[in-house]
Each structure stands twice: as C-alpha cells, then as structure tokens.
C-alpha cells in the first residue's frame, strides 16, 4: 500500500476508535476493511491493531483474527481465550464479548479445539485492573455440549489461530507503548525542575531511549514475524512486544510522577490495557520460558529474520 | 593459494537476489563442510595466530568468488548488491564457522575507502580482502574518547603532504595492522568536530611507533600508536581537510549497522552452541536461555532493517545508534549466559576452548565502550531522534 492509502487508512481507523459509542467492528465493515485486510493482510492487520492500542479501546476485533484462521464465520461466534498464563481451558476461560450474544464459541480444551454452545455457558462481566473496559469470564464445565453442526478444523487450526492473535496482539502492545512512551516523553520535556526540564537529565533521557530502542526492535520483529509467517515468529513478536510493554510502562509511571497514577491523568487506562494484552495469548515473561526450553531440548534456535 | 582449488568456485548470475545468493551459499557450504571444518570450532593461541589462520579462509573465499560479490568491479569484486556481503557472514556464523576477524576491517574501512577513495581501494583493497593486509581504526586519544571532537593528534601541512604528531589508544585490530585510518586535527584547537582530517596511514611509517594492548583476556584487540613527526603524502587524505568528522559520520552508519548484523549472526551461533552443549536441570535455565535469545532476535530484527536500507542506497541518520543500544544489550546477555548456566565448567577451565570463552566475554564488555559508548549512543538518541531537551540546556 502506497503512503497516501496508508495515511488514509490509519485517519478512518482514529476516527473510527476515537468516536467511544460506536462498535469498532462494525464502523470497519462499512470502512471496507475486508479489501484492505485482503489486499497486505500484514500492514493492514498491523495498522488495524495499533491504531486499536492507540485508542486503548475493547472490541471484538482479535476474535475476528482468530476465527479466521479457525475457518469460523465470526457473524455469529466468539473465542473462549485460555486464562492467563494456560495453553488451554479446563473450566474457565476469557471472553472479549459476552457469549450470550452469539450462537456458539469456540475454545481449545486439553483434548484439542471445541466448538460449544454457547447456550449452556455462564459468564459475568469483569472490569478488574483494566478499570475501564469489559472482559468476560466464562465457566466452561466438562460436559458443555458442542454446537451442532460440528465443522472439523484442520488440525493446526488453533496453533494458527493463536500465531495470527499473537501478531495481533503485538501491533495493539505497540500502539499502547507508543502512547506510553510519547506521554513520558511530552511530560518530562515540559515538567521543570530545579531549572530545567526533567527530559535534560541523563538518567531520564536514557531511560526514554532504552524504551523507544525496544519498542523499534519490536516492531521490526513484528515485521519479521509476518515475513517468517511461523507460530514460533509469532511467540517471539508477542515476547517482545510484551517487554517493550513492560519495560516502557516501568519507565513512564516513574518518570510522570504522581499525577501519571492518577484518575485524572490517561496514563492509568494505556498501563491497564497493556497488562490485560500482555497477557492474552502468552505473556513474554511465560513465552520466553517456552522457547527457551524448545532451545534447550534440541531445537536449534531459528533465526527467523532473513535478509 | 592452494587452498582455492580445493571447493568448487561461485557460478552466480549478475543481479543475483539475496534469496537466491543465500541458497546457493548454503549449498556450497554444505558441499564443502569437511573443508571448512578447518574454520570450525577452532581455538588460536594468540590474535596473531588466528588472524593468520582467518587469512587461509579469506583467500578461500576470495578465490572461489564467494567473497567478491557484493564488492564493486573496480577494487576487485563481482559487482552485486551490498547486502550480499551480510548474507554470506550471516551464513558463515549460522554454519558455525568463525568469521574471519579481518572482517571487522573489511567492512568498515574497506567500504569506507571504496566509498571516498575507489582509486586507494583499487591498489589496497585486494590485499585486505584476502588477509596479506589488516587495516585499523585511529580515533580515540588518551584524553578524548567519548568526546572525541577534543582530540590533539596535529596534522600540520609540510610540501605538499602533512605529518603527524600525537597518539592514538584503543586502536582495534592495530597490533597486527599495516595501515590505520588516523583522525588528526587540522584546524584550531578550539575548531572541535570542524578541524579534522582523516588520513589513511601505513602503520611502518618511520616515527611511527604500534604497541599492542591486551584485552584481560590476553589477546591483543587493542593498541596504541605513537607519532612522532610522521610523514603523510597528500594522497592519502580520506575525505576533504577539515572534513574528518563527515568522514567519522559515514563510518560509524556501518559501524552501527552493518558491523551490528554481523555481531549478531556472531551471537546467535554462540547461544546455539552453548544451548546444544549444556546439560542442565536449572529451572531458571528456560526463562534465561529464552530472554538471551530474543535480544538476539530484537538486534537481528533491526539490524536486518538497517542493512536493506543501506542496500537501498538510503544515508543512516542518528537511529543507528538505536541498533547499538540494542546490540549491546544482547551481547552481554549471551556472553553472561554462558558465565552463569555453567559457572563451574566456564570459570575453571584452562584449555584452548575456554581462553576464546573468557575472550567472547571481556570483548562483550567491549563492544558497549568501543565506537561510542553505550551512554553516548543513548545520548545521540536522546538529542536527535527523541528531541529531547538537551542536557546543556
């Protein structure tokens, strides 16, 4: 996509997420999403879930990611997301809608990918820490029976479904740590102390560029990772992406002070977000234990990125 | 040059793409594997002796035409893209084959002088391409090294050449070096960044004095250079008079950029060798293995990014120094892994293998100090891709 496509494309985006009423997913239908998405799945995919971190809204929108490569029509279904820090659902799981509000869901147990009714599911909405915004919670008890009529997905759908997630995931943690670092950024060039803007000292300034320094490298793995097009890419992008998140969150609460731990101050919303995010599909700090012990127990370490 | 009848030579169309070029390497690698098993897992006693060894591998390679390409027609090469060049280091490390150290010079000083002075790279760069020379960098001074635009170095005009009084330090690579770039001042003591010039030196010059600095771990990485009164025709400038610092500029984009892929691809044959090698049942091993490898990645990522922009004739701005935050990071990450995975196998060893262990290691602490400290990188991001306030306000 050519600049002027692009710089369209990401104008429709913010003013799509900035108008706080309207369900993002559908005011994209109407945007002609699907062409775009289409056209370079890779930039359109990235530019969709950044500007989406951007804004530090809810949607639907990774449901549809994932059930795409699930092969699932996402009109009238969602995702059941294992819970923080499991590959699976035993008998709880995570919700980006409410499953009452669509026919089925699908979710993957132990024994491999389900497609449920959800009928028979019970879920309670949750702000918890990301005080803003609504997640589902959903008990899905042994026995909950699946929906008919029973489409068999190929048998790497959900691996798939999980690597498509994840590069989602990463470009939304971008726009999140992009907010994050440019707010740092603003507040300690403006905020003066003992004479002089905070941003003029050296342990702030270093501070700013170790967190812009890792938001870069994440966004060229990203790249890579939709090159490479591998789950283990994916794993990597969300891993890093995930620390960026981490690292600049650490760095920006610290450097705006009180007031950037406030109610009043819009920082609280993007470190929020960004936790519940980092989590979602595999946190870095849960990834980097996975594919360090893949490394250890013989797999010789991709390279990933090529020339 | 016996050496080159003994693999097949490179058959590679003109304009051949980096894909392309990577298959068919791998290929010829792969044929030749007890070759250049000769390059693998090896341990020198001294610098001097594996540059010496790395010389036998650069003339297999220049020989059989794997090294031209990427190098222009006129100092030799088989014309190609640049990038070609990182390919074929990318797959020497990712085959476990030890990169010549002359390489750190090929790459640096030899684009820069092909880039500045084609004619001086038709003479010279044949000689350094294959290891019968080593060149080496002339910058920091006792007294200015992060702040390098305070150096004292004096070239003064004599006939039509220059000589040089003064002394450089830390000079990678000059104790087994022929001829060095040397950033000398030019102007006025005050005149800063715009009173140098970059002359290109032939280190057995009379007056000029090498002395070899060991790193802690006994090879000697490092010099310095005494000059006293020594003579420098006026064909061997690099860039204009009073222009060294534009010069400066231009080699540290390949410094950062290049030179970083390169030590990237170094680290992840490094973490793959020490990974297949250890045997633990640490539970923190995972998690430490699994942080290490991806910075590695983080700088592969970039520095991948920063090769194809080079490659698309773009000039590198500030944000390289970006790809050496990054790269530094990652080189203590895996030069610390293997420290402590297997502290007692690392840190009681007396063998050949063990000294190039204990190298990898001072030499990672290295790379954050040399070519501009880490905090100078941090700085220069800081001022000139953040815009931040600056810190003399």
Redesign the interface.
Known sequence: MDNADRQLLIESLRSTFASADADPAAALDELGWAEAQEADPAEATTLLFTEHGRHAVTSSLLDRVVLAEIGADHADAAVVYPPFGADHVTDEGVALVDPATVASVWVQRESGLAQLSSGELSARPVHGFDTARTWWRVRVPAGTPAATPVPQPPPDAWERAVAAGRRALAAELHGITEVLLQNA?RH??ERVQYG??I????TV??R???G???L???R??L??AWTDGSPWAAA?AK??AG?AYRDVARHAMQLCGAVGLTREHHQHGFVERGALLEELLGSA?H???????R??TGL??P????? | MTASLSVEPADLEPGIDLPRFRDRFRAWLRKHSDVLAAWRDVHPASLEEALRHDAKLLVLLWESGWGKWGWPEAVGGAGGAAALRSVLIDELWAHDIELPHQYDSIEILGQMVTDLRPDLAQRFFPALATGRELWAQGFSEPEAGSDLASLRTRATPDGDGFRLNGQKIWNSLAAAGNRAFVLARTGTPESRHRGLTMFFVDLDTPGLVVRPIALASGFNHLAEIFLDDVPVPADRLIGEVDGGWAVLMKLMQYERGTYAWQRQAKLLCRLRGLVSRLDTDDPAAPAEVGRAYLRVLATRAKTANTVRRLDAGNTLGPDTSVDKVLLGAAEHAVADLARDLDPYGFLLDDSAAAAHRYDDWWFSRATTIFGGAGEVQRGIVADRVLRLPTEKG
Do not use: C, F, K, N
Request: aromatic share 4%.
């Open positions: 950024i300690t060039s002089r803007p941003a003029a000292y050296q300034r270093h700013l560029v170790e812009h320094a890792v870069e490298a994440a060229s793995v790249d890579s990597v891993a890093v620390t700090r990834l980097e234990r996975e594919l360090g012990y490394l250890l010789r370490a390279a990933v990125v090529e020339l």
